[in-house]
């Protein structure tokens, strides 16, 4: 399946390679938010991008800019965990209870994700997530980690 997939993103018509975001778009802050975290991720040859997320829009917006790197969801919502599995480039979602800092947040994720061997010491992660967490607003903040 990875061969067929492979060949078919090579074509010219399956998406959209010059995909930004759209000043228009009411949703136009996050998604330049999710294009930044794919965009710096390459830059910065970033090992993961650790997406918090609660409807599932950010995963989808940043595996749409098809970072070069592995992205992993943490939600509060179990539903979702199972159906982002069909999105470009999410290698895996967590259930994730909901805490009250996005630096807890962030560490729980960095957390498991070093216990199931995804990511280890010394690699670089980009972190997207929304602030204040409480709120469960839509996207608005981006940290680049290194693990620890």
């Not at 390459?42 to 995963?59: L, P, Q």
Request: aromatic share 10%; charged share 20%; proline share 5%.
């Amino acid at each position: 399946m990875k061969k067929i997939i492979d060949e078919v993103e090579k074509e010219e018509g399956v998406y959209n390679r010059n995909l930004i975001p759209q000043k228009h778009s009411p949703t136009f802050l996050s998604d330049a938010l999710c294009y930044n975290a794919a965009k710096i991720a390459d830059d910065v040859e970033a090992n993961a991008i650790i997406a918090h997320t609660r409807s599932g829009y950010t995963g989808f917006m940043i595996s749409s800019f098809r970072p070069h790197c592995p992205i992993y969801l943490f939600t509060d919502r179990p539903s979702f965990v199972n159906q982002s599995s069909l999105c470009w480039g999410v290698q895996q979602s967590y259930y994730f209870p909901n805490l009250n800092a996005i630096d807890d947040m962030i560490a729980y994720s960095i957390e498991i994700l070093k216990n199931n061997k995804k990511i280890k010491e010394g690699d670089t992660v980009v972190n997207t997530g929304a602030m204040p967490t409480h709120a469960q607003g839509p996207t608005n903040m981006l940290k680049i980690s290194t693990v620890k």
